[in-house]
């Protein structure tokens, strides 16, 4: 089954197009644009874009995943509101997957390694050369890593690589820029499970958390704005939500082609505009 995957809680704007078999998932091609401030004009040519890789229209798709955040209201809303929309008019089912976890999952980076602001990274693959949980895309590898192999590589708070351990050792805090000098935040056991989170909080705040939970690795563009407040080694990739770690995280529900489900956005904080709650007076 070809799946969309699209994803705008975080400034890497993404769509991908992933192959979903009964034996594993197969990234076919993406488009992954950083900008934080060009959600709107960027998702939608992208998913026209990944769509046009693979020779593929938009009825050929059986489900879509999207990143629920958290995330800054206005961009989160473009990928949610996307997929719901193409859902709707499609007729397929919609399933969300929390945007944290798609960076805490151990798969294999596969879509922003490469990106800088302003720029796009590309990739197709033919589903034929792909094996499952893995596909290749360019010069990047897609799919799952084996437990304890961090293949993007581990950096220390001050770029020094960090030594593997076994990943079911290790608890991982994840964080992305709330903006407001604060980061969404979640931590995962080595395998992906989340054990506290989303949650969002002064980076002090959750450093404190994560000495609490006794975390020995920090990953996400949270936590490289934030690693000296953090204290904390850096893992390299994946610093934004990764497409094929998305898909393998719906994949259960897409197979058992479980009903689709409201795409909820998670905003973690109240939105900055207002009613009022009285009357101002204009008259001198």
Known sequence: MLVLVVDSSTPAVTAALVEVTADGVALRAYRCTIDARAHGELLAPQVEAVLTDVDARPGDLGAIVAGLGPGPFTGLRVGLVTAATMGQVLGIPTYGVCSLDGIAHPTTPTTTADASPGHAVSGKAEASSATAGQATAGDATAGQATAGDATAGQVGAGGATVGDATAGERRVLVAADARRKEVYWAVYDGDGQRIVGPEVD???????????????????????????????????????????????????????????????????????????????????
Request: aromatic letters at 4%; charged letters at 20%.
């Open 202 to 284: 002064a980076p002090a705040v959750a450093a404190a958390r994560a000495r609490e939970l006794a975390v020995t690795v920090a990953a996400g563009d949270g936590a490289h704005r934030y690693a000296d407040v953090l204290g904390l080694p850096l893992r390299a990739e994946p610093r934004y939500p990764d497409a094929v770690a998305l898909v393998t995280l719906a994949a259960a529900r897409i197979r058992a082609g479980a009903p689709g489900e409201t795409l909820t956005p998670l905003y973690l904080r109240r939105p900055d505009a207002v009613a009022a709650t009285s009357r101002k007076s204009v008259l001198p």
